[in-house]
């Protein structure tokens, strides 16, 4: 039943209409394709900024003379850009295109999405110049300086019209799993966002609650802000391209509000052992073993996508690394395992895995889908495409298993007193030398992404492929 | 899902119950935390810091020092705190309440600094700190644009650093830290947490298991 | 460059449009009439697995979040089971700090208790530390000056010792009962502990006066 192929309906043929014949999404073709645009170059940014974090731990003194590129800064910077830059930029235009694709009218307020775009991105520049010069808030993943987190929230709320509108305008009641987590993130955001603003920057919580407040900002953003953009792509795109319902789909609500409800109390995940009261790092170990549920439903539902087509590569790999990356981090949550993975690169690999191999992988899946759809036209190189998955997909399992093989190495140097630091980065040398070359192989993929769309989307083939065919 | 309202109610609950239940929940139980009071000392602790080193936390934090060093000592059998002699008892929530930014720090490919002051043996002082920024020392960086190099006219400063031969610079010149240097060392020597809160001494069946390994 | 098994990858048709996926999925979740009464085993599989890691969860929390208390930061204690209690200080933890004051005992008699041979006298196992606490306390208030023997061996009292109670360290009652509670307690010493009364009670009856000799001392019962 769950499986069953659905039979062509008679408005077949309008599916893929390119955007400009009138079908849904035309009015949004501008902004949409200028958040993208802007979305790959900050990925591009960030990749050599993590290029250059990554030579800074192997040869500490790589640009070390330079006070705005001090490791410190180096890392906020490549984070900032990677999560607001990237992301948090490609991942709401993706899901305001989802949620005007499904409700089966034109996107409405496409000109506040056209000016949010324009604040987001002069925001977000000021942001890393002011991070560079010592301005960020040195709280993880919310290091943009104090006096633009006015403009970023403004701008999101104004990119985030355009979503509102198309998710209440929908023609339809029931709403499919996609719409429900690009709501989510879209909704979501503003109130974590400025939550963490009041609380660690307007008017700072005392002491080591700071700590409690970034960690449950942190996992707020993941649970509910990239995660659930990257999953809208992955579960609007994957039944589109396989042409079948969603297998076990009754269990996917479950899944959503598993995430929702749950993976807002993994905060403290990060403090295990720390100077904060136990109770709060015990409950992160619970919680993050009770969203294994969500991962289980997740890996139920998209794996479809393991069948074939270049699109779904790249979301079966997403789909597979975020799956992994929620087991894994089930498994080091736990007491007895966080003590030889904690503040080592070990953490690290877990990140990237979750932002590089899953989230990243998702969108890259939908938008090698959705630019053909609003630009109007083929994607300019099938080459380019294939060479991207090829490196990305080298990259970031390069990546995550040099940095955990690094993190592994250096959580056993630090468990013994008798292990200097000098001789514990001895040890990760290699493996750190191994994840330097990962982070150019994955920003070459990037290049090879970003040209592509270059040629696909703004320098205008003369042969102008429709995509009506 | 049909009813949209319903669905924002639901997820705005989620975001609103994490919320209290984690940062309202510990705010209520740390928030309000104070110095503790010792009778026989007649003084309340931690001390508050100075207003230089509460000026360096700022330098530490705008440079990005916590990506490599944490603030936190664990307990025995949470890796090897204690036996690195980063501190003689577990950090507790109590040792920072007078810091305006707290750098708990997640990675480690640096000491800890939670007591860096009161390092027992051997607490490094304000010259060998000075030394350490300005030249670096395995994995760490040289931080030497926190320093200035001057000619000296008269007599060399008091502040210059003594440095060993090979990196002093050239004669009739001498480095002296600038004021963010001064700064950042000044909260490197304020970092200590010497004081035995009650709630920061281990639990009796933990110092039994401590002492029979 | 398109072939029926492998779409072209610059733009993959979809297969399933907007509306038709709406429908569709609508109509997986629609109720369904369980016509044969059958279970089915997917949904009762993520039922026992919700259900197992629910069983986790409250057994993890039950055991491991210290009653959720405010001052539990080893997550295998209870509240109030010790260390996490709220406790008074102790008197034997501030005395080795107040030892350890820089410029105070350490200084002379060492971490270690044993002094400087010849110089400074030690209080490990010393007679005048755990002996009578009128005599120890009478030292610490108002210093020492003066030859002195010390477990069989004369110190010729080339340095003296200051008056703690008074001028310069001014230490309270409760400070001096606690140093010297830590001083008769430690390096195998075994007396008894002072308190802030006794401190008080010999401040008031001595008055002011300057550091003791031992033969005045040894008048003291």
């Not at chain 1, 209440?168 to 966002?193: C, D, I, N, S, V």
């Not at chain 1, 391209?241 to 807002?264: E, R």
């Not at chain 1, 013994?416 to 001895?426: N, R």
């Amino acid at each position: 039943m769950t499986t069953a192929p659905i039979q062509a309906g008679p408005t077949s043929g309008e599916w893929d209409a390119p955007a400009g014949a009138g079908a849904a999404g035309a009015p949004g073709r501008g902004p949409l394709l200028f958040l993208i645009g802007s979305a790959l170059v900050w990925l591009v940014v960030s990749g050599v900024f993590a290029l250059i974090a990554s030579i800074q731990l192997h040869t500490p003194g790589f640009l070390s003379d330079c006070p705005i590129l001090t490791h410190g800064r180096v890392r906020v910077l490549q984070e900032t850009a990677f999560v607001y830059g990237w992301l948090g930029t490609a991942g709401p235009a993706l899901a305001v295109w989802i949620l005007g694709r499904l409700s089966g009218s034109p996107l409405r307020g496409t000109s506040w999405l056209g000016v949010g775009a324009a604040f987001w991105n002069a925001g977000l520049a000021l942001g890393l110049v002011g991070i560079a010069i010592g301005d960020g808030t040195g709280t993880a993943l919310f290091g943009l300086p104090a006096y633009v987190h006015p403009v970023m929230l403004a701008s999101y709320a104004a990119i985030a019209i355009a979503g509102v509108l198309a998710w209440t305008g929908r023609r339809r009641g029931p709403m499919f799993a996609a719409q429900w987590y690009a709501a989510a993130a879209l909704f979501l955001f503003p109130w974590l966002f400025s939550a963490a603003d009041i609380m660690l920057v307007l008017a700072p919580v005392r002491g080591v609650l700071q700590a409690v407040v970034a960690g449950w900002f942190a996992q707020g953003l993941w649970t509910l802000w990239m995660a659930p953009l990257a999953l809208a792509g992955a579960y609007y795109v994957v039944p589109r391209l396989t042409g079948k319902t969603l297998p076990n789909y009754d269990a996917a609500s479950l899944g959503f509000w598993c995430l929702v409800f749950v993976g807002g109390w993994t905060g403290g995940r990060h403090l295990i052992g720390g100077p904060v009261p136990a109770w709060i790092s015990t409950l992160a170990v619970v919680t993050t073993a009770m969203l294994v549920f969500h991962y289980v439903v997740v890996a139920l539902n998209l794996r479809p996508a393991l069948g074939a087509g270049s699109v779904l590569r790249f979301i079966a790999f997403g789909v597979g690394s975020y799956v992994l990356g929620g087991f894994v981090d089930a498994v080091t949550a736990a007491r007895s395992v966080a003590v030889s993975t904690q503040f080592t690169t070990f953490d690290q690999a877990q990140q990237q895995l979750a932002l590089y191999g899953g989230v990243s992988m998702l969108l890259y899946g939908t938008l090698y889908f959705a630019i053909p759809r609003i630009a109007g036209r083929a994607w300019s190189s099938a080459d380019l495409l294939r060479g991207h998955f090829a490196l990305a997909a080298t990259g970031i399992a390069l990546l995550v298993v040099s940095l955990g093989a690094a993190g592994l190495s250096q959580g056993r140097d630090l468990a013994d007193p008798s292990v200097s630091f000098a001789a514990m980065a001895t040890h990760m040398q290699v493996w750190l030398l191994v994840a330097t070359g990962a982070q150019a192989i994955l920003l070459l993929g990037n290049l090879l992404l970003a040209v592509n769309f270059l040629e696909t989307a703004v320098l205008k083939p003369g042969s102008g492929e429709g995509v009506a065919s | 899902m049909k009813n949209g309202f319903v669905f924002f109610v639901g997820i705005f609950a989620a975001l609103g119950l994490s919320w209290a239940g984690i940062v309202l929940g510990s705010n209520s139980q740390v928030g309000g935390l104070t110095g503790y009071y010792d009778d026989s000392d007649g003084q309340s602790y931690p001390l508050r810091p100075s207003g230089e080193a509460a000026a360096g936390l700022l330098v530490y934090r705008d440079l990005g020092c916590a990506s490599c060093h944490t603030q936190q000592v664990r307990r025995p059998g949470f890796g090897s705190d204690q036996a690195r002699a980063w501190g003689e008892r577990q950090s507790v929530a109590r040792d920072y309440i007078y810091q305006t930014a707290v750098q708990l720090g997640d990675f480690r490919y640096g000491p800890d600094l939670a007591n860096l002051a009161t390092r027992k043996p051997t607490a490094p002082d304000r010259e060998s700190l000075m030394r350490l920024l300005y030249t670096g020392q395995g994995a760490m960086p040289a931080y030497s644009f926190l320093f200035e190099t001057r000619k000296i006219s008269g007599q060399a400063s008091d502040l210059a650093l003594k440095l060993p031969a090979g990196l002093e610079p050239r004669k009739g010149r001498q480095v002296v830290p600038t004021a963010r240097a001064e700064r950042l060392v000044a909260y490197l020597l304020s970092l200590g947490t010497a004081y035995d809160y009650p709630e920061a001494r281990p639990a009796p069946h933990a110092a039994k298991e401590g002492a029979d390994k | 460059m398109s072939s029926p098994s492998q779409p072209d990858p610059r733009f993959e048709k979809a297969k399933l449009g907007d509306d038709e996926l709406l429908v569709a999925h609508e109509k997986a979740l629609g109720p369904k009439p369980d016509e044969r009464a059958r279970y089915r085993l997917a949904p009762l599989m993520m039922l026992f697995a919700m259900a197992g890691v629910i069983l986790f969860a409250a057994t993890y929390l039950n055991r491991y979040s210290g009653r959720f208390d405010r001052s539990v930061y080893d997550e295998t204690a209870l509240p109030n089971a010790g260390g996490a209690a709220e406790a008074k200080v102790d008197p034997a933890v501030a005395g080795k700090r107040l030892f350890g004051t820089p410029g105070a005992c350490v200084t002379c008699h060492q971490a270690t208790g044993e002094g400087i041979p010849g110089v400074y006298p030690p209080l490990a196992g010393s007679e005048w530390a755990t002996g009578s606490e009128e005599r120890v306390i009478r030292i610490v208030l108002f210093g020492l000056k003066g030859p002195v023997r010390v477990r069989g061996t004369d110190f010729p009292g080339t340095a003296a010792m200051p008056a703690f109670g008074a001028s310069g360290f001014a230490w309270s009652d409760e400070k001096i009962a606690a140093v010297l509670t830590y001083v008769r307690q430690e390096w195998g010493n075994k007396a008894a502990a002072v308190t802030p009364q006794q401190v008080h009670k010999i401040r008031q009856s001595v008055g002011e006066r300057k550091e003791w000799t031992q033969d005045e001392l040894l008048t003291v019962k």
